[in-house]
Structure formats: structure tokens, C-alpha cells
């Protein structure tokens, strides 16, 4: 099973930016998303990406802030957040493998990431 490891959360201020990586070992290219929980919250989709990177999907929440892209030649899936809000803030968590065709489905996906919090200060 690939094993994922998330880094690049933290603490920013309204506004700014940061920028996820989700790193898989081995070489398989896995249709890969992003998910993120709050405190007292459900889990919710972020973003997704196709295995080739030619797909990407957004939640309304964060599209048009959100990018996802990938580099296969690193196994390294990113997420670029750009003008962040308090609102956003979470544990930010990593997921591949998906068995369906639904890329907004948490439970569609077999491996996760340990998660990587991400604070966003008003």
C-alpha cells in the first residue's frame, strides 16, 4: 500500500499563502486528493488530481484560491492556497488510491496521510 507523508501546514495570517506537499512512496501514479477537518467539524474535500495530472477537481469553497498540481517525477502532490481565511483553517490530510469514480468521496480513497495543520489568523 503507498504510504503518504504531508508537510508544509503552519501558521499564516488572512491573506496569505501556503503551500502542501503530499509525498508518496513508490512510483505509481495514484489519482490523489486533498481533504481537510476542522474542530467539531466533518471531513470535506478540498481538491483532486488525476494520476497523469490532466484532471483536477475543486470544492466551491476553495476554487479559484485552491491549485492542485502534481510532479510524478517526484512522486509529490502540492497544494497552493492562496488568500487564505480563518475559515480555512484545519488539519489539511492527503489521500490516493481511489476505487471509485467519485474524486470528492473520502471513503473511495485506501491510503491517507497523517495530516498536516494549517492555522490561518485573523
Known amino acids: 500500500q503507498v504510504q503518504l507523508v504531508e508537510s508544509g501546514g503552519g501558521l499564516v495570517q488572512a491573506g496569505g499563502s501556503l503551500r502542501l506537499s503530499c509525498a508518496a512512496s513508490?512510483?505509481?501514479?495514484?489519482?490523489t486528493a486533498w481533504f481537510r477537518q476542522a474542530p467539531g467539524k466533518e471531513r470535506e474535500f478540498v481538491a483532486a488530481i488525476s494520476g497523469s495530472g490532466g484532471s483536477t477537481y475543486y470544492a466551491d469553497a476553495v476554487n479559484g484560491r485552491f491549485t492542485i498540481s502534481r510532479d510524478n517525477t517526484k512522486n509529490t502532490v502540492y497544494l497552493r492556497m492562496n488568500s487564505l481565511q480563518p475559515e480555512d483553517t484545519a488539519v489539511y490530510y492527503c489521500a490516493a488510491d481511489r476505487s471509485g469514480s467519485d474524486p470528492s468521496r473520502g471513503v473511495s480513497y485506501r491510503a491517507w496521510g497523517q495530516g498536516t495543520q494549517v492555522t490561518v489568523s485573523s
Open positions: 513508490g512510483s505509481t501514479r495514484y489519482a
